[in-house]
T-cell receptor
Framework: DAGVTQSPTHLIKTRGQHVTLRCSPISGHKSVSWYQQVLGQGPQFIFQYYEKEERGRGNFPDRFSARQFPNYSSELNVNALLLGDSALYLC???????????????FGQGTRLTVV | AQSVAQPEDQVNVAEGNPLTVKCTYSVSGNPYLFWYVQYPNRGLQFLLKYITGDNLVKGSYGFEAEFNKSQTSFHLKKPSALVSDSALYFCAVRVVYNFNKFYFGSGTKLNVKP
């Protein structure tokens, strides 16, 4: 079985530009979450999507948005990029949002975004 | 508020010696606790979790963790470290009533020397 796949793996953007990151969850997983990991820190929650609807949002500005498609894949969009947006963006999939907190999430390898 | 603390930025241990990576947590209600490992330029790999039951949980690659409710701790352990265990380790707590999101600690870099 393929794991969580993210694309691209690396990306360099200029301040003010827009970026789209993509994630394909494990087959059968309906929940996708996005995390931002700044160098030297633990991942921070950005969004959770389940059944194509936003179910949770972290403390990130409105420049961050996301969506989930009928095949449960997801996109994370960031507008008006700032230098501080440079980070590893991780996508995690789980079988069900409603499974309960005891279900582990499976993470992709991440997209390394560098804003210059 | 939910939080996870990993008090050591780095842990150094010789190969073959036991290792411990510390984690304490603060959460409302019953905690669901996890350990993940991250190798350079890679995502997070699940190691083990505590949901309920036996306080000692066993996970992948010979790792285990001990849940201590009174001390609100969930330390990661391994009886005999390998050089290949060198990586970044994250403790996380999951909150059921808050979108099932993970709260991660800041990470502990484990260095196992030959």
């Amino acid at each position: 079985d393929a794991g969580v796949t993210q694309s691209p793996t690396h990306l360099i953007k200029t301040r003010g530009q827009h970026v789209t990151l993509r994630c394909s969850p494990i087959s059968g997983h309906k929940s996708v979450s996005w995390y931002q990991q700044v160098l030297g820190q633990g991942p921070q929650f950005i969004f959770q999507y389940y059944e194509k609807e936003e179910r949770g949002r972290g403390n990130f500005p409105d420049r961050f948005s996301a969506r989930q498609f009928p095949n449960y894949s997801s996109e994370l969009n960031v507008n008006a990029l700032l230098l501080g947006d440079s980070a590893l963006y991780l996508c995690a999939s789980s079988r069900s949002r409603l499974t309960g907190g005891g279900t582990e999430a499976f993470f992709g390898q991440g997209t390394r975004l560098t804003v210059v | 508020a939910q939080s996870v603390a990993q008090p050591e930025d780095q842990v150094n241990v010789a190969e073959g010696n036991p290792l411990t990576v510390k984690c304490t947590y603060s959460v409302s209600g019953n905690p669901y606790l996890f350990w993940y490992v991250q190798y350079p330029n890679r995502g997070l790999q699940f190691l083990l979790k505590y949901i309920t039951g036996d306080n000692l949980v066993k996970g992948s690659y010979g790792f285990e963790a001990e849940f201590n409710k009174s001390q609100t701790s969930f330390h990661l352990k391994k009886p005999s470290a390998l050089v290949s265990d060198s990586a970044l380790y994250f403790c996380a707590v999951r909150v059921v009533y808050n979108f099932n999101k993970f709260y991660f600690g800041s990470g502990t870099k484990l260095n196992v020397k030959p």
